[in-house]
């Protein structure tokens, strides 16, 4: 009976040793792979300049309220001057809403005509 209850105990304990395994690396495969999307249309982005068709996105989550959010890299050269937002919060995020942009509607909002007429 002692041999039984050991043999039933190494079962036991090798299948959730498998089962934490195969846990384990279906949670590493599914969250490195990495999803990206080519952009089909422009965007218009908040009306803070536009996002060109065939810009590839990253995928980052589905969200409840019928959106998707995506992820967009940027370099930017070390010598470049940008300013670094205030806040402090870890893990913040701040989303932009993107638009179709329909002939460039959300530059000509933006941008204002630098050409002077000369007399």
């Not at 036991?12 to 990495?34: P, Q, R, W």
Request: aromatic share 14%; glycine share 8%.
């Amino acid at each position: 009976m002692k041999k039984n209850f050991k043999l039933k105990f190494v079962f036991f304990c090798a299948g959730c040793v498998l089962g934490l395994a195969i846990g384990i690396a279906y949670n590493y495969l599914k969250s490195n792979g990495s999803e990206y999307y080519e952009l089909k249309n422009d965007y218009c982005i908040s009306n803070k300049g536009v996002i060109k068709s065939g810009t590839l996105v990253k995928f980052d989550k589905a969200m409840p309220e019928n959106f998707s959010r995506y992820i967009l890299y940027l370099n930017i050269h070390d010598g470049e001057e940008i300013m670094k937002y205030g806040n402090s919060k870890r893990g913040l995020i701040v989303p932009y809403w993107l638009n179709p942009d329909n002939d460039s509607a959300c530059v000509k909002k933006q941008v204002s005509p630098v050409v002077r007429s000369v007399p």
